[in-house]
């Protein structure tokens, strides 16, 4: 049963993703209008055309009215949550089952919305900071996470003060409270891990500018599942 409560709840969180990060790279309202609309014709959808998954693979994948294509990302995000929280479920307790959901939220969210507009949104850094304190309250170890945390805010300052164009401030927002969830020495793995794939992904796209955002979320989701099973936390 708590396997099945994860699957749905990650496809309908997904699907909510989807029209999360469809609205931030328009530029839209989250919430007005407050009904999911076919971004074509504009109609609004019934109920029934926004089922998770189902209603992609039922209107095999075009728009009800116009006909239109949807983007294989609407199913693509919603399987990927719902899968994942099904995973999380089956391999841990629950505490970090809904931890590293909120971790895969926004690690989507980033990726998604990062690598278009180049910009990362407030709640990403808000969520992570909320799933560090109850991280903080299951796990203690605050003084160790203050460390972490000053030592690579610091760092990120520094590099910031010296290329002024290399990163942006949704970039250190986000590396800072991750640093304080994952404490030492995973804060550090994951900034020399979320920098070497955001500066390899540059070059290959032989761009000047690095979405740092995808990478740092990605690294911190699978150093968190790292640490827990190196660890052996929560037991
Ligand atoms: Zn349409």
């Known amino acids: 049963m708590w396997y099945f409560v994860n699957f749905i709840l990650g496809a309908i969180l997904g699907s909510f993703l989807n ?11 989250i919430n007005n209008p407050p009904r999911s609309f076919c971004p074509n014709c504009k ?19 075009r728009c009800r009215y116009c006909h239109q294509r949807i983007p294989i990302r609407y199913l693509l995000v919603e399987l ?17 089952n809904l931890i590293l959901n909120a971790i895969l939220f926004v690690t989507i969210a980033v990726i998604f919305i990062d690598l278009k507009i180049m910009m990362i949104p ?11 304190i109850v991280d903080l309250i299951l796990n203690g170890e605050l003084f ?7 030592v690579v805010l610091s760092i990120l ?26 404490s030492l020495p995973f804060a550090f793995y994951m ?45």
């Open 19 to 29: 029209v999360i990060i469809y609205r931030s790279v328009e530029g839209l309202s």
């Open 43 to 61: 109609t609004t959808l019934k109920w029934y055309d926004n089922i998770p998954i189902l209603s992609y693979i039922i209107l095999r994948g």
């Open 80 to 96: 990927v949550m719902a899968f994942g929280f099904l995973i999380h479920s089956l391999f841990f307790i629950w505490q970090v």
């Open 122 to 132: 407030d709640f990403a850094w808000i969520i992570i900071g909320v799933v560090s």
């Open 144 to 150: 160790l996470r203050l460390i972490s945390f000053v």
């Open 157 to 182: 300052l520094i590099l910031k003060a010296i290329y002024k164009e290399g990163m942006g401030s949704g970039d250190i927002f986000l590396m800072s409270v991750f640093s304080f969830l994952l």
């Open 191 to 235: 900034m020399i891990l979320s920098s070497v794939l955001g500066i390899f992904f540059a070059y290959l796209r032989k761009s000047k500018v690095i979405p740092f955002g995808p990478f740092i979320s990605l690294s911190g989701y699978f150093l968190y599942i790292l640490d827990i099973l190196i660890m052996v936390k929560y037991y």
